[in-house]
């Protein structure tokens, strides 16, 4: 969550960027940078944001399994033996 704490000019971060980047690694807090009065854009330490990228990647892949078996409840999928079959065809993968 975002803290309107956290909300600066770009300015100021330009001014003092080592300083926000260190308070960044520390906190693990994202921070929005505004451009007159509006905000513009958040920035956010590279270790909270590639895990920020992992959790979206499981939950995709959460959200496709979840996907899959209700395409399979409703009679849309194919054998298990049928799909590695094509598989095996596709990627040139052996049997």
Partial sequence: ML????????SEFQRS????LAR???????MVLT???KAAVVIQDAESYQQLLDKIELLESMAGVRK???EFE???GIP???AWKQLREKYGLPD
């Fill in 3 to 10: 803290s309107l704490s956290d909300i600066h000019p770009l």
């Fill in 17 to 20: 960027a080592k300083a926000f």
């Fill in 24 to 30: 960044l690694r520390e906190t693990k807090t994202p």
């Fill in 35 to 37: 451009v007159n009065g």
């Fill in 68 to 70: 899959s078996i209700e």
């Fill in 74 to 76: 409703r009679g849309e």
């Fill in 80 to 82: 298990l033996k049928e």
